[in-house]
């Protein structure tokens, strides 16, 4: 049996839904209440990348992907506008 790739993702806070996490998240990257860096995404780059870069750890590709407005993080064309929290624990933090 296959082991999945989301056995390993941080997880969100009891409680609160990945829906709702992602929301709040875009919605501080929008306003400015978490501070972004942009890049455009080139191409062969993919957001666990971008995470393990930033954070030291790919599995927090999903607060890439919620800043940025991004559905699903596995189909991220090079061209794609994507914000990165300056701060992990500032992202994470809008959703406790």
Known sequence: MAI???N????IPEGVSISNASFL???????????TKNIV???GRRL????????GDG??????AAAS??????QVPAGTL???PVSLEAAIGVII
């Open 4 to 6: 999945s790739r989301y």
């Open 8 to 11: 390993f993702t941080r997880r």
């Open 25 to 35: 998240i875009f919605r501080a990257a929008s306003n400015g209440t978490i501070k």
């Open 41 to 43: 995404l080139e191409e």
């Open 48 to 55: 666990d990348q971008l995470a393990g870069e930033n954070y």
């Open 59 to 64: 599995a927090y590709w999903w607060v890439i």
């Open 69 to 74: 407005g991004i559905g699903w993080g596995l």
């Open 82 to 84: 994507v914000r990165i």
